[in-house]
């Protein structure tokens, strides 16, 4: 063979080994290519998925922020609009109260209901009933005759000008305040049962006496 020929076959080979190694390298880099440009989407998708995913909690927070500023708001002008209410109920239940002493008919079932209260809690034994210096002997004169039936002896009633309206009964130490004092001292409690029966009957807001 020739040198000629020789060299031929020898570039010949050379570049085929040339040939098969770029397309290895190119195939090594297209495969690596596509390997991190997948890397690369599910990177952008994990970021793009949580970025969403915060947008949404964000979103949900502000709607949250938002409806509890507005239920704040809500319950800052229902609480403003009780309290005005009640300013308003307060002494027009002290008032019906009062005219429910000033009537005989009414100021007997009042004076009746807080003696069987009394027969109820109070202790056998003798019995001092203050009431206002008005309730006259011809009103309580019955519940005495009453009272001195179940109790085993009479009752002291007593005039007592602290007291403006129903009764004060009290027994071996023991005391239950049927008055008009006593009977609005609990103002947290009647401003709670006021308020419930206003939620009920939102018409009468406007209130009648």
């Known amino acids: 063979m020739k040198l000629e020929e020789r060299e031929r076959g020898l570039l010949t080979l050379i570049q085929e080994y040339r040939d098969a ?5 190119v195939e090594a880099a297209r495969a690596e290519a ?13 970021q793009l998925h949580e ?11 502000r709607l949250h922020a938002a409806r509890a500023e507005h239920d704040t708001r809500l ?6 609009a009780n309290a005005q209410l009640l300013e308003l109920a307060w002494p027009r239940l002290r ?4 005219r429910r002493w000033a009537y005989a008919e009414t100021r007997a079932i009042w004076a009746r209901h ?4 009394a027969r109820q809690r109070l202790p056998l034994g003798l019995w001092t009933v203050r009431h206002p210096p008005a309730w006259s002997a011809v009103e ?12 085993g002896q009479a009752p002291h009633f007593r005039a007592d000008g602290a007291v403006s309206a129903g009764l004060v009964i009290e027994a071996q130490g023991a005391v239950l305040d049927a008055s008009l004092e006593g009977l609005l001292r609990d103002r947290r409690r009647l401003e709670a049962r006021l308020l419930a029966v206003l939620a009920r009957h939102p018409t009468d807001a406007g209130v009648q006496t």
Do not use: H, M
Request: glycine share 4%; with cysteine.
């Open 140 to 151: 309580w004169g019955p519940f005495e005759t009453e009272l001195t039936r179940a109790l």
């Open 51 to 61: 970025r969403v995913v915060s947008e949404r909690a964000n979103a949900r927070s």
């Open 95 to 98: 008032e019906a109260l009062s």
């Open 114 to 117: 807080a003696i069987a209260q």
């Open 34 to 46: 596509k390997t991190l440009l997948a890397d690369a989407y599910r990177r952008a998708r994990t």
């Open 75 to 80: 319950r800052a002008s229902g609480d403003r």
């Open 21 to 25: 190694e770029c397309r290895t390298l």
